[in-house]
Each structure stands twice: as structure tokens, then as C-alpha cells.
């Protein structure tokens, strides 16, 4: 039994270090590839379908990339969790923005802002977090919109702006292919 149990493991390990090792991981209909330097995480809450970790550079803190998705008509639309997203932060003057593109077929709305995030679940108590930045991104699908959602601070979030928007944007056109 000891034997089949040793095989058994050196079969079964080399298989889940290859998954976790991935970069590449579906939420909802879009697949998403991860870079190289982002973190894949385990999810912290049962409602979120992966987890990533954005490292600082130059000593700053790292960032939480999230991900969600409910299925069709679950959620909530899109305006009300922009806006619930927004309300989240103090925002520094016109620096809250929602902006939505067409990307290859595929309706995705940004989501940004600045200033001090009110982390902590909705209703519960929160703890503020001076010099936050919000990005997120809202794909929307026949099988139900995926929620995006980096969180951190301002210097780190502002460093990965352009890999989200390149990993987000790179999601919605390969869902029509």
C-alpha cells in the first residue's frame, strides 16, 4: 500500500505544481493569460474565481488583482458595480472615470480611480487606505459579465496600468475566436 501511495504522490504532484504553475486560466467564457512577474493566488473568498498578486517595484507594496463571475443575469449590471467600485474610495477631485469599449465584439468597461480606498466587505467595517488606485475592467458575456478588479497602491497599480489593459483587452478579443 506504502508503494502505491509513493507513486501515486510522485504522479499527482508533478500534475498540480503544473496548474498552479500556469499562466493561462479561464473566468466565465474569456480566458485570460497571466504575465510572468503577476502571482497566482489562492482565491480569498468563495465568490472570487482566481486571485492575483502584482508585485511593487522599488519597495512599493503589491496590488490584488480579482476576478468574479455569477453566471448569467447574476451580479448585478454593470453601472451599479462600477459605481458600488467607485464608492469604495474617497476619490482624489476628477479622478473617478467609466468608460466602455468595444474590443473585437466583446462590450468591456473601465473602471478607474484614485485616492483612499475603504477596504473591508460592503457593510462591515473598513479600514482606509490612503494613496489607493482602482482598475478594473467589466467584460460582458451571454453567460454573464467577469469583474476585474485591481486594487493597490497608487505606484504600483499606476506601473501595471498598461499590462492590465493589454491582459484585459487581450481576454475580450480572444472570446470571439
Do not use: C
Request: a positive charge.
Amino acid at each position: 500500500m506504502k508503494r502505491v501511495l509513493v507513486a501515486l504522490a510522485a504522479i499527482l504532484i508533478p500534475l498540480s505544481t503544473q496548474a498552479q504553475d500556469s499562466t493561462s486560466f479561464k473566468v466565465g467564457t474569456f480566458t485570460f493569460e497571466r504575465p510572468a512577474e503577476w502571482e497566482s493566488i489562492p482565491v480569498s473568498s468563495p465568490m472570487r474565481k482566481a486571485q492575483l498578486k502584482i508585485p511593487g517595484k522599488d519597495g512599493a507594496a503589491s496590488a490584488d488583482l480579482t476576478f468574479f463571475h455569477f453566471g448569467a443575469g447574476q451580479g448585478g449590471d454593470v453601472q451599479s458595480n462600477a459605481q458600488r467600485w467607485l464608492a469604495q474610495f474617497k476619490s482624489d477631485e476628477g479622478a473617478s472615470k467609466v468608460e466602455t469599449k468595444e474590443i473585437e465584439g466583446t462590450k468591456v468597461t473601465f473602471v478607474s480611480t484614485t485616492g483612499t480606498f475603504q477596504s473591508g466587505m460592503p457593510g462591515g467595517p473598513t479600514t482606509a487606505m490612503p494613496d489607493y488606485q482602482l482598475l478594473g475592467a467589466i467584460l460582458e458575456s451571454p453567460e454573464g459579465a467577469v469583474f476585474a478588479k485591481l486594487t493597490g497602491p497608487k505606484a504600483t497599480v499606476t506601473a501595471a496600468q498598461p499590462k492590465f489593459l493589454e491582459f484585459i483587452n487581450a481576454a475580450a478579443a480572444g472570446s470571439k475566436k
